[in-house]
């Protein structure tokens, strides 16, 4: 409960210019760089930690995340998220409390299955379902596919956004807004946004994207695939001295 606490503590960012950062850990030992780095709070990222074992995004067996996310909150003091995609079809009640075991502040949870838009009444009275089970022990971000999988139009994100939060979200993700789209939903949208960055350069920089209305921002597998080319570019060194 306390670093559920320290989480919701963190979304409260006086300095727009001053987004909350939370890298995307895929195992113990990243989530250890990351927190010896400075960050005050991780959010793991399904598609990083499905490459870390071996699955392709959205193939991870929930056994298997959920035995991954325990590694990683078990390895760092500081409040951890998990991404646990659509929820695997679990119930609430059980959801909660597997994230509970797990050692985990929060969770991210998607609106969309296989590439399909969930419709958006029965996933809010979902999302109140978890609220309900979880009370104040998780906080919840609820992520909005509508970018991803939708037309595009912002008031279909800025429908669901009030949706969810009435529902009981913390958060709400609209993963895959343009930048310039930001500000109309900082608009429209009640409480705190989480932004996906790049990491190659291109788009605002994190300072920019808080200014464009953004309370947190996370990277998906970006990181673990940065890594992931850097492990490359040493196993060549190697091969080459070999």
């Given at each position: ?28 030992a990243s989530a250890r760089a990351f927190v010896d780095a400075g960050f005050p709070a991780l959010a793991t990222p399904s598609a990083g930690v499905a490459a870390s074992l071996g699955y392709e995004d959205g193939q991870t067996p929930a056994d ?105 979200a913390d958060c709400v993700y609209p993963i895959g807004a343009p930048p310039e789209v930001l500000p109309l939903l900082r608009a429209g949208i009640e409480g705190p946004i989480n932004a996906f960055a790049r990491l190659d350069g291109a788009g ?39």
């Amino acid at each position: 409960m306390r670093k559920t606490e320290t989480l919701r503590a963190l979304h409260r960012r006086p300095d727009p210019a001053d987004p909350l950062i939370l890298p995307g850990p895929w195992d113990a030992a990243s989530a250890r760089a990351f927190v010896d780095a400075g960050f005050p709070a991780l959010a793991t990222p399904s598609a990083g930690v499905a490459a870390s074992l071996g699955y392709e995004d959205g193939q991870t067996p929930a056994d298997e995340m959920f035995a991954a996310v325990t590694r990683i909150a078990r390895a760092v003091d500081v409040p951890v998220s998990a991404d646990v995609e659509d929820g695997y079809g679990i119930a609430p009640r059980e959801l909660v409390e597997r994230l509970l075991e797990a050692g985990v502040a929060g969770c991210n949870l998607e609106d969309s299955a296989d590439g399909v838009l969930k419709d958006p009444n029965a996933h809010a009275g979902w999302l109140a379902e978890v609220r309900a089970a979880a009370g104040a022990s998780l906080f919840v971000n609820a992520r909005i596919d509508t970018f991803l999988y939708g037309d595009g139009d912002p008031e279909r994100a800025l429908e669901r956004a009030a949706s969810y939060v009435a529902a009981g979200a913390d958060c709400v993700y609209p993963i895959g807004a343009p930048p310039e789209v930001l500000p109309l939903l900082r608009a429209g949208i009640e409480g705190p946004i989480n932004a996906f960055a790049r990491l190659d350069g291109a788009g605002p920089s994190l300072a920019e994207l808080g200014e464009r209305g953004a309370t947190r921002i996370t990277f998906g597998p970006g990181l673990q695939r940065r890594a992931t080319e850097a492990l490359r570019r040493i196993a060549a060194e190697v091969t080459a001295r070999a």
